[in-house]
């Protein structure tokens, strides 16, 4: 299992951004299919962005429909880490972030979205949006 942690949560107004971060342990981090899920108070956990490798260097991203064009998820291989640039914020996306990796991470593995596909989670981050 992989390690990770996630930074960047925190209190924004409505329209402003925030950046998270995930910190992963592991060697072959480069092959971790990545992805960030989502859960707001009462609500079940749901999935937000990931991104699978396709080969070295390669990558395919995926989004739920409620954040494409305004969240971007980017990978950084040499320092083992996953992002989640969020811009353009509502309110509506006020909940705790989690990143995971995928139980099944290797290049060219099928793009996944379902919380049961990753095996590895993070403690979560807080972001607040206020109006």
Same mark, same amino acid.
Do not use: H
């Given at each position: 299992?992989?390690?990770?942690?996630?930074?960047? =949560?925190?209190?924004? %107004? +409505?329209? &402003?951004?925030? #950046?998270?971060?995930? *910190?992963?342990?592991?060697?072959?981090?480069?092959?971790?299919?990545? =992805?960030?899920?989502? %859960? +707001?108070? &009462?609500?079940? #956990?749901?999935?937000? *962005?990931?991104?699978?490798?396709?080969?070295?260097?390669?990558?395919?991203?995926?989004?739920?429909?409620?954040?494409?064009?305004?969240?971007?998820?980017?990978?950084?291989?040499?320092?083992?880490?996953?992002?989640?640039?969020?811009?353009?914020?509502?309110?509506?996306?006020?909940?705790?972030?989690?990143?995971?990796?995928?139980?099944?991470?290797?290049?060219?593995?099928?793009?996944?979205?379902?919380?049961?596909?990753?095996?590895?989670?993070?403690?979560?981050?807080?972001?607040?949006?206020?109006?």
């Amino acid at each position: 299992q992989v390690q990770l942690v996630e930074s960047g =949560g925190g209190l924004v %107004q +409505a329209g &402003g951004s925030l #950046r998270l971060s995930c *910190a992963a342990s592991g060697r072959t981090f480069s092959s971790y299919t990545m =992805g960030w899920f989502r %859960q +707001a108070p &009462g609500k079940e #956990r749901e999935f937000v *962005a990931t991104i699978a490798p396709i080969s070295r260097g390669v990558a395919r991203t995926f989004y739920a429909d409620f954040v494409k064009g305004r969240f971007t998820i980017s990978k950084d291989n040499a320092k083992n880490t996953v992002y989640l640039q969020m811009n353009s914020l509502k309110p509506e996306d006020t909940a705790v972030y989690y990143c995971a990796a995928a139980s099944a991470s290797y290049y060219g593995a099928p793009t996944v979205k379902d919380v049961k596909d990753f095996g590895s989670w993070g403690q979560g981050t807080q972001v607040t949006v206020s109006s």
